[in-house]
């Protein structure tokens, strides 16, 4: 078993600077405007602001709000459906087609210049501990539940 003093150092130094926290500039990037542009980008066809809320796990008024913003950056269309004019259906635009492929290009020549300076050995390491890290956590919370 690990040396109690180490552990509380991991501890302490994970609390200080958990990885999340470096990896969650990426994920926050993508949560709102970026998120809509691949999901409608992935769905090639229209789609309804519930579906893009249940994707995204979020409440239909934050979906909206992110449309809004969409609508005024010309990146969508919006239109009420045929069969229920209740219900919007959303298209992406050439020019939120664009935005969305300019997004992940730059996502692409971040990650890229990452693994330059990290090494992908280094980052293959890193992504395998991690994956490690987290199915161990799961386990413990799941066997702490179940006692």
Known sequence: MA???YVLS????LHTKPPDDVLR???DDNAGIGCVLKYLYDAERPVSA????RFMRVSTARVSVLLKKLR????IT??????DARRLIILLSEKGRAEHLARQERMIETFSRIIDK????????FILIS??????VSEEIKNSFME
Do not use: L, Y
Not at 50 to 53: D, L
């Open 3 to 5: 040396d109690r003093e």
């Open 10 to 13: 991991v501890m302490q130094r």
């Open 25 to 27: 500039k990426f994920s």
């Open 50 to 53: 519930g579906e893009i809320s």
């Open 72 to 75: 005024e950056k010309d990146f």
């Open 78 to 83: 919006c239109e009420n459906s045929i069969e």
């Open 118 to 125: 990290i090494g992908a050995e280094r980052m293959e390491e």
């Open 131 to 136: 994956n490690e890290i987290k199915k161990t």
